[in-house]
T-cell receptor, first 115, second 109 residues
Framework: NAGVTQTPKFQVLKTGQSMTLQCAQD?????MSWYRQDPGMGLRLIHY???????DQGEVPNGYNVSRSTTEDFPLRLLSAAPSQTSVYFC??????????????FGSGTRLTVV | KNEVEQSPQNLTAQEGEFITINCSYS?????LHWLQQHPGGGIVSLFM???GKKKHGRLIATINIQEKHSSLHITASHPRDSAVYIC???????????FGTGTRLTIIP
């Protein structure tokens, strides 16, 4: 059971480039979400999904796109990278039946630098 | 927007001490999450609770829905408990979490 797999772990982009951060889970979880973590600001929700084909915006969605074509995968696309998107990105998933459990399973994170 | 505040921001204690970290939120919620972020950056979910109290090993989480307050306790603290502890509550929907900025805990041997 791999849990939540995020790739890549590190990435350097030039301003204006686009890229996709991959997130996959093998736990058949309904809920998946993307967060960014910046120093002194805590985690902030970018986008989330409550099931295949359903996505919604979080607190800081501008500059990012998501799609959820399968239960397992929830990629995050940076359309035109900007230095303000330099951050550590985390993907997480949660099963519908986890109300009595521990909540979210997090990926190991992607450290993105935009120069 | 649900405002989530944690205290203290930093906490240093001796090994074996009883630790309490507090979390207050502004909007009524259905469940509150406690997370642990290791020095290496990985995040682990500790608890998701909607009422009362939960215990997992030396960790205990409590929540008072009426007072909009939750606490995380660590008994018999150990240096391996050194980490950042983060609480989070839903913001207009169970999956739209708002996070506190975390409590950095350091346990000295």
């Amino acid at each position: 059971n791999a849990g939540v797999t995020q790739t890549p772990k590190f990435q350097v982009l030039k301003t204006g480039q686009s890229m996709t951060l991959q997130c996959a889970q093998d736990m058949n979880h309904e809920y998946m979400s993307w967060y960014r973590q910046d120093p002194g600001m805590g985690l902030r929700l970018i986008h989330y999904s409550v099931g295949a084909g359903i996505t919604d915006q979080g607190e800081v969605p501008n500059g990012y796109n998501v799609s959820r074509s399968t239960t397992e995968d929830f990629p995050l696309r940076l359309l035109s990278a900007a230095p303000s998107q330099t951050s550590v990105y985390f993907c997480a998933s949660r099963g519908h039946g986890d109300r009595g459990g521990y909540g979210y399973t997090f990926g190991s994170g992607t450290r993105l630098t935009v120069v | 927007k649900n405002e989530v505040e944690q205290s203290p921001q930093n906490l240093t204690a001796q090994e074996g001490e009883f630790i309490t970290i507090n979390c207050s939120y502004s909007v009524g919620i259905s469940a509150l999450h406690w997370l642990q972020q290791h020095p290496g950056g990985g995040i682990v979910s500790l608890f998701m609770l909607s009422s009362g109290k939960k215990k997992h090993g030396r960790l205990i989480a409590t929540i008072n829905i009426q007072e909009k307050h939750s606490s995380l306790h660590i008994t018999a603290s150990h240096p391996r408990d050194s980490a950042v502890y983060i609480c989070a509550g839903p913001n207009f929907g169970n999956e739209k979490l708002t996070f506190g900025t975390g409590t950095r805990l350091t346990i000295i041997p």
